[in-house]
């Protein structure tokens, strides 16, 4: 079983800056795969970033490349979202997520994971 604790959410003016973490515990950290997912209201999950367990492969959603970075320290068991010149759209329910999958092909369905945080909220205002 792994726990997943994510922080970092908050409300910012559009432009701004948020970087998110997502704390994991009770398993080996490297063992995983992760990811960031989100959910507007009344829209469905939505991959945003996905990261190898070495860290060495990432994947992104078109619509934040450029702008978010996924980033993992393994001695730290921690995974990070530094979201930079965010927008109104990016406003939702930030969830990361952890994947058992020894293979990395993107992991961007979220059938693809195992465990998952309890989310962090992100309001972007205009």
């Known amino acids: 079983q792994v726990q997943l604790v994510e922080s970092g959410g908050g409300l910012v003016q559009a432009g701004g800056s948020l970087r998110l973490s997502c704390a994991a515990s009770g398993r080996t950290f490297s063992n995983y795969a992760m990811g960031w997912f989100r959910q507007a209201p009344g829209k469905e999950y939505e991959f945003v970033v996905g990261i190898s367990r070495s860290g060495g492969r990432t994947s992104y959603l078109d619509s934040v490349k450029g702008r978010f970075t996924i980033s993992r320290d393994n001695a730290k068991n921690t995974a990070y979202l530094q979201m930079n010149s965010l927008k109104p759209e990016d406003t939702a329910v930030y969830y990361c997520?952890?994947?058992?999958?020894?293979?990395?092909?993107?992991?961007?369905?979220?059938?693809?994971?195992?465990?998952w945080g309890q989310g962090t909220q992100v309001t972007v205002s205009s």
């Open positions: 997520a952890a994947s058992r999958k020894t293979s990395y092909s993107g992991n961007y369905d979220p059938r693809d994971y195992d465990y």
